[in-house]
């Protein structure tokens, strides 16, 4: 079974100062891999994904992520954070599908609350 | 594009009664739709994928004759919690993806997910 590991709870950093957001997940073959942000008591929202091809991938606003399969980690990044960055991060993943190409349903992990600090 | 709306948004519902909630692609046709669920402050549990036209695969641990999944239209997943218990409070969110092979650039890896059902059983 696929598993995620979002290092670090919670992560606090300083507006304008680098975000790093960690990502690892446990597979054999490499996955499909995602992040998602989530603001209180709203839905999941789609950062970025990586499916195949370039191994860094940017985002919507300001995110981008490196698929590294030696380390098998994904982590999240953002050069300079915004107070409206504020928010839970999830890092998911799902296998390459069974028909082909699909992706099954998502293994996410435990979210990252990102702090930011004025 | 790829819309995805839930119904309704906040849901009470006293212990013992079922509680139905919609997920609708609005923009597109989704064959294949998700169900997950999110306990305060921890993360999204997948606990289905509902099949248009078939029957849903539910998750290990997840009780399909309490939680009946119900995909009979191309934009339609309808999940309902039958004799809800407050352990079953939670938040659900539906995802949606587009159909295998289809629209250029959109692929069918992507799951686009709607605004969430804040269930509360007292």
């Known amino acids: 079974a696929q598993s995620v590991t979002q290092l670090g709870s919670h992560v606090s950093v300083s507006e304008g100062a680098l975000v790093l957001l960690r990502c690892n997940y446990s597979?054999?073959?490499?996955?499909?891999l995602f992040w998602y942000v989530q603001y209180p008591n709203q839905g999941l929202q789609l950062l970025l994904k990586?499916?195949?091809?370039?191994?860094l991938v940017k985002g919507i606003n300001g995110f981008e992520a490196e698929f590294k399969k030696s380390e098998t980690s994904f982590h999240l990044t953002k050069p300079s954070a915004h107070m409206s960055d504020a928010a839970e991060y999830f890092c998911?993943?799902?296998?390459?599908?069974?028909?082909?190409?699909?992706?099954?349903?998502?293994?996410f992990g435990k979210g990252t609350h990102l702090i930011i600090q004025p | 594009g790829a819309v995805v709306s839930q119904h309704p948004s906040r849901v009470i519902c006293k212990s013992g009664t079922s509680v139905k909630i919609e997920c609708r692609s609005l923009?597109?046709?989704?064959?294949?739709m998700f169900w997950y669920r999110q306990f305060p402050k921890q993360s999204l549990m997948l606990m289905a994928t509902?099949?248009?036209?078939?029957?849903?695969?539910?998750e290990q641990g997840v009780e399909k004759d309490k939680f009946l999944i119900n995909h009979a239209s191309l934009t339609l997943s309808t999940l309902t919690v039958t004799s809800a218990h407050p352990e079953d409070s939670s938040f659900y969110i539906c995802?949606?993806?587009?159909?295998?092979?289809?629209?250029?650039?959109?692929?069918?890896?992507?799951?686009?997910f709607g605004p969430g059902t804040r269930l509360t059983v007292t």
């Open positions: 995802s949606a993806r587009f159909p295998l092979g289809s629209v250029v650039g959109r692929g069918s890896y992507e799951q686009y």
């Open positions: 597979s054999s073959v490499p996955p499909y």
């Open positions: 990586y499916t195949t091809g370039a191994t």
């Open positions: 998911a993943v799902s296998d390459r599908g069974s028909q082909g190409g699909g992706a099954d349903g998502l293994t």
């Open positions: 923009d597109f046709q989704a064959t294949t």
């Open positions: 509902s099949n248009e036209g078939s029957k849903a695969t539910y």
